[in-house]
């Protein structure tokens, strides 16, 4: 039963939001399991109403369950409505695009994002995936862990098939939140980056995992000493606002 219920919700964490639909074999390839397991599994899905599928059609999408599952999830965490006032405002102050991200297995999915006025920045939306690694929104999440709670899901990412933790990054990243209270991925050591970003984790009393805020802009568009000296810090600064607002004390202790 475990087993079943695993293998279900890897389909529904499949789906990403540029996907016009995927076929059994698709989700097959995506999911590693075999095509008549994957039949079995969207059937099933489709039938409670987690996945959809036009007549005459092959393709599989969400459906209005998991589309209203989503939104009670989304709806429930208390730091939401003050987090729409506080990184909106740090949007526009920035020019940088704000996100929320939350740890989906062995992805950073990103929940929500604030887009500042009058400036184009398009370059993540909600539903994007991050891997666990490098990415400064993967380090800031894996930096806020405590040693135990690194290991935990260390080994249970392992466990279950997905990429391993970095433990060189996760001690790095422990440092640069203590030294300066945000992870800065300036994109200068990967010729394919486009953006630049600063990350800073947040946690909620409801969640027993943090998530993090963080913000980016197109490299074209920016400079490594604007994130060092006013995006990074004023990410800092907003977060450390929201706690404030929430009532919500940093519980993070990079030394141990």
């Known amino acids: 039963m475990a087993t079943t219920l695993a293998r279900g919700l890897s389909v529904l964490r499949a789906f990403r939001t540029n996907d016009n639909g995927l076929t059994n074999a698709e989700l097959a390839a995506r999911c590693g399991l ?23 059609e092959d393709r599989f999408r969400p ?17 939401i409505e003050p987090a729409d006032g506080v990184m909106s405002a740090l949007a526009d102050r920035t020019g940088t695009l704000v996100l929320l991200a939350v740890r989906n297995f062995d992805r950073m999915i990103v929940l929500r994002t604030w887009k500042p006025k009058d ?3 398009r370059w993540m939306e909600v539903g994007h995936r991050l891997p666990l690694q490098q990415r400064s929104t993967a380090l800031a999440f894996a930096g806020a862990l405590s040693s135990t709670e690194f290991s935990a899901i260390d080994q249970k990412l392992q466990s279950l098939g997905g990429s391993p ?10 440092a640069e939140l203590r030294e300066r209270g945000f992870i800065l991925n300036s994109g200068e050591t990967e010729p394919t980056r486009t953006y630049r ?3 800073v ?13 963080s913000c980016g802009e197109p490299i074209s568009n920016s400079s490594v000493a604007h994130f060092e000296k ?24 990079y030394e141990d």
């Open 34 to 56: 075999p095509k008549s397991t994957i039949s079995r599994l969207t059937w099933t899905l489709r039938e409670l109403g987690y996945l959809t599928r036009a007549e005459g």
């Open 63 to 79: 459906g209005p369950s998991l589309v209203a599952v989503g939104h009670v999830a989304a709806s429930s965490l208390s730091f």
């Open 119 to 121: 400036v184009y920045s």
């Open 165 to 174: 933790l970095l433990h060189e990054e996760y001690q790095q990243a422990r």
């Open 197 to 199: 970003s600063a990350s």
């Open 201 to 213: 984790p947040f946690r909620a009393t409801e969640l027993d995992e943090p998530v993090v805020f």
């Open 230 to 253: 006013e995006v990074g810090p004023a990410l800092r600064e907003a977060v450390q606002n929201l706690e404030r607002l929430t009532g919500q004390m940093p519980k993070f202790d």
